[in-house]
């Protein structure tokens, strides 16, 4: 954790290219040696941290997208995806940064297109597989613009509201403020 915890930290303020060894074990007040018994190099510490991430969010969408689910609706697994993503808020926050991984976020993001886009037939029935498929793209944009907006306020709010948010605005657009109008 003290490895990880330093790593996102520096992250924070560069890209991985640009952090050391010895920068990391002094950040984290680990020797080299510590770092070099469990991992080969930073980009092996990244991946690994990231392959945890990622079994993390699948063994959180597994149970909600179980067939037997009656229960289940949208919400419920936006609002599992949020609470997913705020226990690894760290490494959220650096993936989502100026020198984060992008190609992880696609990772998370193709993920959830899998799982969602099976779930979203479930419930518009009458929508084409492409219709669900430019739907998706339009909602994971969004997600992320919700994820960058909910991590810089310090995810404060919780995660069933930020999904209820995400969901009204899927599912209303722009309509869904109409009713805070005074």
């Known amino acids: 954790m003290l490895i990880r915890k330093a790593l996102m930290e520096l992250l924070r303020q560069k890209p991985i290219q640009a952090i ?5 074990c002094e950040s984290a007040g680990i020797n080299r040696g510590t770092f070099y018994a469990h991992y080969t190099d930073m980009y092996d510490l990244l991946q690994k941290i990231e392959s945890d991430m990622l079994q ?18 949208p919400v419920k697994i936006t609002a599992a995806i949020f609470r997913c993503l705020k226990d690894n808020a760290d490494l959220c926050t650096v993936t ?4 984060g991984d992008k190609s ?28 669900i498929e430019f739907f998706y793209a339009f909602v994971s944009a969004g997600c992320i613009g919700l994820l960058q907006k909910w991590l810089a306020e310090g995810m404060v709010t ?11 605005i899927m599912l209303h657009g722009m309509g869904f403020l109409e009713s805070k109008k005074p």
């Open 20 to 24: 050391s060894i010895k920068e990391l």
């Open 56 to 73: 993390d969010f699948q063994e959180a969408l597994k149970p909600l997208l179980a067939p037997n689910r009656s229960d289940l609706t």
């Open 96 to 99: 989502l940064g100026d020198y």
């Open 104 to 131: 992880f976020a696609l990772q998370l993001i193709n993920l959830g297109r899998e799982k969602c886009m099976e779930a979203y037939s479930k419930f518009f029935t009458d929508a084409t597989p492409k219709e």
């Open 158 to 168: 919780s995660a069933e509201e930020i999904a209820a948010m995400a969901e009204n």
